[in-house]
């Protein structure tokens, strides 16, 4: 279950704007905008959410399983292929 405060964490994490986000999740800036500002699990289209979670994950964002009603994000230890060249883009 992905909370708002935890789509946030990972993008700025990842170091990515919210237009990136969009573009590679294939969503509106105006739904990753409304979904970071949601308090706790996330209230839209399922297919919206994984999308989301799906393009954070492959740039290197790890969501870890809810543990005593916490919900956290970290960052891969290597970075995946993806993120080296991101990066070098200066994005």
């Known amino acids: 279950m992905l909370t708002g405060p935890q789509l946030r964490a990972a993008r700025v994490m990842l170091k990515m704007e919210q ?9 509106s800036l105006e739904t990753v905008r409304r979904l970071e500002r949601m308090d706790g699990v996330l209230a839209a289209n399922s297919g919206t959410l994984f999308r989301l979670q799906s393009s954070l994950e492959q740039e290197g964002a790890v969501f ?4 005593h009603a916490v919900s ?3 960052l891969r230890r290597e970075p995946v292929a993806n993120i080296r060249a991101r990066r070098r883009r200066g994005t």
């Not at 237009?19 to 969503?27: I, K, R």
């Not at 870890?64 to 543990?67: K, R, V, Y």
């Open 72 to 74: 956290a994000v970290g």
């Open 64 to 67: 870890l399983p809810e543990s």
């Open 19 to 27: 237009t990136e986000l969009a573009e590679l999740a294939g969503v």
